[in-house]
């Protein structure tokens, strides 16, 4: 069964410090990963993609990783700032075109 | 960037009325977008991927006389909630897809903000 977990569930952190929120994926074919923020009350927001090719992408203050082998992908957070504050959901896309399958995300909040 | 817009935004009906919402591509041509739901604290569930002239694909277990998606034309889904009850209180995101392949690896999903459902 295609499946998409994160960890950990939820995350209090202050204003400045560093985060890692994890994904471990069971999905075959896999296609590409992605990362999206979604604000509370609005739809997500694509912070980085990776194929299997891929081992890490930057998108500003987000690094995102991938180890395809382990079927791990990590997202970390650098100098966390209070607008940080959101779920962030691990993607999968088991086929490049249609299908995605979602984590339940991870709601981060940073607080001053 | 692509933007992909919703309306409404919120919404609040009563239980047994019918509601539109709208899903538009503004700056890109979509043949496909597909139609998701979210309840509190829990990730997007697939509903139903709707094709440009054709019918839409529903996921198992949602119903597709109840809920009614029509794709017009390439930048305009639409999905209707017909006979609301208050269990389909819930908040609505649509997403289209880039019809560009950029470099034969994927294609890009964009989300629209979402509209909140409340039925009374």
């Known amino acids: 069964k295609n499946q998409v977990e994160q960890s950990p569930q939820s995350l209090i952190i202050l204003e400045g410090k560093n985060c890692t929120l994890q994904?471990?994926?069971?999905?075959?074919?896999?296609?590409?990963l992605r990362w999206y923020k979604q604000d509370t009350g609005r739809g997500p927001v694509s912070l980085t993609i990776?194929?299997?090719?891929?081992n890490t992408k930057s998108n500003g203050r987000y690094t995102a990783t991938l180890d395809a082998d382990t079927k791990q992908s990590s997202l970390h957070i650098t100098a966390s700032q209070l607008s940080d504050s959101a779920s962030y959901i691990c993607?999968?896309?088991?086929?490049?075109?249609?299908?995605?399958?979602f984590g339940a995300g991870t709601r981060l909040a940073v607080h001053p | 960037g692509a933007v992909v817009s919703q309306h409404p935004s919120w919404v609040i009906c009563k239980s047994g009325t019918s509601v539109k919402i709208e899903c538009r591509s503004l700056?890109?041509?979509?043949?496909?977008m597909f139609w998701y739901r979210q309840f509190p604290k829990q990730s997007l569930m697939l509903m139903a991927t709707?094709?440009?002239?054709?019918?839409?694909?529903?996921e198992q277990g949602v119903e597709k006389d109840k809920f009614l998606i029509n794709h017009a034309s390439l930048t305009l889904s639409t999905l209707t909630v017909t006979s609301a009850h208050p269990e389909d209180s819930s908040f609505y995101i649509c997403?289209?897809?880039?019809?560009?392949?950029?470099?034969?690896?994927?294609?890009?999903?964009?989300f629209g903000p979402g509209t909140r459902l409340t039925v009374t």
């Open positions: 997403s289209a897809r880039d019809n560009i392949w950029p470099s034969g690896i994927h294609y890009e999903q964009y």
């Open positions: 994904c471990n994926y069971t999905v075959s074919p896999f296609s590409n």
């Open positions: 990776m194929t299997f090719s891929e």
């Open positions: 993607v999968v896309s088991a086929d490049g075109y249609n299908k995605l399958i």
């Open positions: 700056d890109f041509q979509a043949t496909t």
């Open positions: 709707s094709n440009e002239g054709s019918k839409a694909t529903y």
